[in-house]
């Protein structure tokens, strides 16, 4: 997956996050969301940084997940300048400056726009091995929606999924949304 994520060309990669950015912000809940986790992309994945800027001039604070102690679970904190509010992390990711942004409950995040290294139809996700979004996401109330963002190269038909594994609920690609069916579970 990383080998196929990181073969498309730059311009390719941007203007296939063009199409994964109008497909997410015509979905439903992020209409009607207010409070929306983003997450600060790197160069290989879906750019997320022209989504950060179009919410922000939406009149909406987009916010971004921190780590705050490895091995525990994500901060999340509303970004209102995303240069001043933002420094290197764990793993060299850009996550908001516990100095200049105060932390939200996870609570009261309405939607949750999630990376992964892969998803497959049921929408399990791949990370990175981490488990941050996974001790992290289980806080949300059970009317969040959790939103993958991939390139078609990303998706899979099957993943292995351990019981801890948090699901999403869509999985937005350049070329379709994908809305899992679990029944009988992941």
Request: glycine share 8%; proline share 9%; charged share 25%.
């Amino acid at each position: 997956m990383r080998a196929a994520r990181q073969a498309l060309l730059p311009a390719d990669r941007a203007a296939r996050s063009a199409r994964i950015a109008e497909r997410l912000f015509a979905l439903p809940e992020m209409q009607e969301a207010e409070r929306v986790l983003f997450y600060a992309s790197l160069a290989e994945e879906v750019d997320t940084w022209p989504l950060l800027r179009a919410w922000l001039k939406r009149g909406r604070l987009p916010f971004l997940p921190g780590v705050e102690r490895r091995g525990g679970p994500l901060r999340a904190a509303p970004v209102r300048d995303l240069v001043a509010d933002l420094k290197p992390g764990a793993f060299g990711i850009l996550q908001p400056d516990p100095s200049r942004t105060g932390a939200v409950e996870w609570r009261t995040i309405q939607v949750a726009v999630l990376p992964g290294l892969a998803f497959d139809l049921r929408g399990c996700r791949l990370g990175r091995g981490a488990g941050y979004y996974d001790r992290s996401l289980p806080a949300l109330v059970a009317a969040a929606r959790r939103i993958g963002l991939a390139f078609e190269c990303q998706v899979v038909e099957r993943l292995p999924a351990e019981p801890h594994d948090v699901p999403v609920d869509r999985v937005v690609t350049e070329d379709r949304i994908i809305t899992p069916r679990r029944p009988g579970g992941v």
